[in-house]
């Protein structure tokens, strides 16, 4: 048997997020073999795993709005809980500690083996994006160096891992994400919103190497989209003084770029009612967005850049994402076509099927136990 530790650091900072759900599904899922996996964070904030079995979480959860109030609350919090796990870990014992962010000093320095995740290597590709105290993350290059082994979430990721941080490859393992729908396509058929223009969904957070203006700036070359087509950005806060001084000036009406903030069930509404979904993105790290809008059977429109063909397979019409006019030409090709919709509809279906978590735990399982 293995006895895998996770520690505190993403659970003191994230009440939801993508990093703190992919270590609760490894937990929830390698729990349920003969193999120990259990988080150490005495003091955390993170939804997802309070409502794990208690047995699992060694820790207590706080109201993240009393943690606001502590000045400095990173650093303090962060040193409470470095103290207290210790002696938590020592009581578990672990063979494995899988440290959930980066951090110059290791968790635990008694454990057989300790293993990081790489996300992606976007600081290191845009530092000149960065405002200057975001740049030399050296966080990240001290716990990349320190660890026995480095997970990457795709291919793409190690690659781009290997070449700018000079790691060996015998040193890293590449798993997928998993991904589960979290509303059923029959709840969100009884919860269509009926006062919508034909739209294009946007996801996420829109600056620097997301590539949202670029994405208006194409949408704006064509008369027919103009006519045709609203853009909903969902996520990622609302448009600030730039972004609308530049859809008016690109001859977007009033209201027809709208940005909406909701919860997992309300996005699931405006995937399942969107024509397209369009990510033009330059970088991800693995990028589940167009996995989350063909599980609701919305077709994908995407970047060909970085690990999107890797994750995506032929499940999109791509595109180049420094090329306006091919993006506009990728939009119009399928928005106007129903067959190409249809098609691509059923390509996601296909392609949806081969993430899971419960695949990405075994995958995970497996390294930890050739690593010991």
Same mark, same amino acid.
């Given at each position: 048997?293995? =006895? ?8 003191? +900072?994230?009440? &939801? ?72 870990? %020592? ?56 660890? %026995? ?5 795709? %291919? ?10 000079? +790691? ?54 064509? =008369? ?86 890797? +994750? ?22 399928? +928005? &106007?076509? %129903? ?34």
């Amino acid at each position: 048997m293995v =006895k895998i530790a996770y520690d505190y650091q993403t659970f003191t +900072v994230q009440k &939801y997020g993508g990093i703190s759900r992919y270590f609760h599904q490894l937990t929830k899922h390698i729990s349920k073999t003969k193999h120990s996996a259990e988080i150490f964070s005495p003091l955390y904030i993170n939804n997802y795993i309070h409502n794990l079995p208690k047995e699992l979480v060694h820790g207590k959860f706080v109201d993240a709005k009393y943690i606001d109030k502590i000045p400095k609350k990173s650093r303090i919090i962060g040193g409470m809980n470095r103290s207290l796990s210790k002696k938590q870990l %020592d009581l578990f014992n672990p063979d494995i500690v899988h440290e959930t962010f980066y951090s110059k000093h290791k968790t635990y320095k008694k454990a057989k083996c300790t293993v990081i995740t790489v996300y992606d290597m976007i600081h290191e590709l845009f530092d000149y994006y960065l405002p200057p105290h975001h740049k030399g993350w050296d966080e990240k290059k001290d716990a990349i160096n320190r660890a %026995d082994h480095i997970i990457c979430i795709s %291919d793409h990721t190690r690659k781009d891992l290997i070449e700018l941080f000079d +790691v060996g490859i015998d040193k890293t393992s590449v798993v997928h994400l998993g991904y589960e729908r979290s509303e059923t396509i029959e709840t969100i058929e009884n919860n269509k919103p009926d006062d919508q223009r034909p739209f294009l969904l946007y996801v996420g957070w829109r600056e620097w190497y997301k590539n949202f203006k670029p994405f208006l700036k194409s949408i704006s070359g064509s =008369k027919s989209i103009m006519n045709d087509f609203d853009i909903v950005a969902f996520g990622g806060g609302e448009f600030t003084l730039e972004e609308v001084k530049l859809m008016t000036e690109l001859g977007f009406r009033n209201g027809q770029v709208r940005q909406i903030s909701g919860s997992d069930k309300l996005l699931a509404k405006y995937y399942s009612q969107a024509r397209a979904f369009i990510f033009p993105s330059l970088y991800e790290g693995f990028g589940l967005p167009p996995l989350e809008a063909m599980s609701y059977n919305c077709p994908v429109i995407s970047s060909n850049a970085s690990c999107m063909p890797e +994750v995506i397979g032929d499940a999109a019409e791509y595109f180049d994402p420094n090329s306006l006019d091919e993006m506009l030409k990728s939009v119009e090709k399928t +928005v &106007y076509s %129903d067959s190409r919709i249809n098609e691509l509809v059923l390509l996601g279906k296909q392609q949806i099927e081969k993430y899971s978590w419960q695949k990405c735990a075994s995958e995970t399982l497996s390294i930890y136990e050739s690593i010991i």
